[in-house]
């Protein structure tokens, strides 16, 4: 039987949770229609072993890669080449499904043919055990439409985020390797070739939050913010490059412009998150960030001008004191 979905499951050093994330897809009325491909990424751990058992029981579902280390987008790369479903979707190896809701959500793809279906999903909390329920749109749900109808104020985030797989072999779709934060460049990357959407009302993906050392901390973005220019850059010279493509239509454009807008202007304020003297340092990346964006990318520079704190930061000369001071009384102050 034809497979109606392919999840690729990066996974690096995920033993202790993988249990969860496959058992929780496997529990699915019809496995046939379901590919799942584990891309093991150079684990320490016993990750290859552990998938190559379930792979072993479940020969016609689960298959294992195993390859160097090479990141997040590596593992989605070679997910993309070896993906045999219609539809293709990331589950992280540390995360897993509501599996009631992902069962729906595949008879919901079954009698699909959107290029692009949107799903809701949990943030659960590592340390709390509180779920809480991401819904992502507003928009009426299991009616295909326009992709320029859907507005342009959604941010489509990879946990609600599936895609025909046909979209990412024929335009070439492939993700920065050895970096962090390349989910926004799988949300982003395909959109210009997105005709349609469907919204979907399950709360499919169960995204687990608040862990030690995830790149989403504090001490995550300070480790890993050349990672985040590294995919701002990709994203912005992947922007300048369509802007010049009349094949493309002016909302997909105008949508991928109004999400980097965001992203640019988020490279001022992550460093609040961190300790003073690491704040106090990422003031003067950030003055050399912005005079290159200028230079390279003055629409973006102008677009945004009139966010509060980078004007008050350029109004300031990028003040290393000011900026330390002001990640100290974040808690206190929120700047727009």
């Not at 552990?50 to 987008?73: C, L, V, W």
């Not at 941010?155 to 993700?175: C, N, S």
């Not at 990318?297 to 001071?325: D, H």
């Not at 100290?328 to 929120?334: A, G, Q, T």
Request: proline share 3%; charged share 25%; aromatic share 14%.
């Amino acid at each position: 039987m034809d497979k109606i979905l392919t999840v690729v499951v990066p996974a690096y050093n995920v033993e202790r949770y993988l249990s969860e994330t496959l058992d929780s897809m496997i529990r699915i009325s019809n496995l046939d229609v379901l590919e799942i491909i584990v891309v093991d990424d150079g684990s320490q751990d016993g990750t290859a072993q552990f998938a190559q058992k379930y792979a072993e029981q479940y020969p016609d579902t689960i298959f294992i890669i195993s390859k160097k280390n090479g990141g997040h987008g590596s593992t989605i790369n070679v997910g993309i080449q070896h993906a045999n479903g219609k539809y293709f979707k990331v589950i992280d190896g540390d995360d897993w499904v509501n599996s009631e809701e992902f069962d729906e959500f595949i008879r919901e793809l079954l009698s699909s043919d959107a290029d692009l279906v949107v799903s809701r999903y949990h943030e659960v909390n590592t340390n709390t055990k509180e779920h809480k329920a991401i819904h992502v749109f507003q928009n009426p749900c299991n009616i295909i439409i326009p992709f320029d109808q859907a507005g342009d104020d959604i941010f489509y985030p990879m946990h609600a985020f599936t895609i025909k797989t046909d979209i990412l072999k024929t335009y070439g779709i492939v993700i920065d390797e050895n970096c962090f934060y390349v989910d926004m460049e799988l949300v982003l990357l395909p959109i210009p070739y997105i005709n349609t959407v469907l919204f979907v009302n399950q709360y499919v993906y169960m995204y687990r939050i608040a862990q030690v050392g995830q790149s989403i901390s504090a001490q995550g973005w300070y480790k890993h913010r050349n990672d985040h220019l590294t995919v701002l850059t990709t994203l912005l010279s992947f922007y300048d490059k369509i802007q010049k493509d009349s094949r493309i239509p002016s909302f997909h454009k105008h949508y991928i412009y109004k999400r980097l807008v965001q992203s640019v202007a988020a490279r001022f304020t992550i460093g609040l998150k961190f300790e003073f003297e690491q704040a106090v340092a990422y003031a003067l990346e950030i003055k050399s960030f912005d005079i290159w964006l200028k230079d390279t990318y003055p629409c973006f520079y102008k677009a945004i001008a009139k966010r509060g704190f980078v004007r008050f930061f350029r109004k300031l000369g990028y003040s290393p004191g000011i900026y330390g001071i002001s990640s100290v009384i974040r808690k206190r102050v929120k700047f727009y």
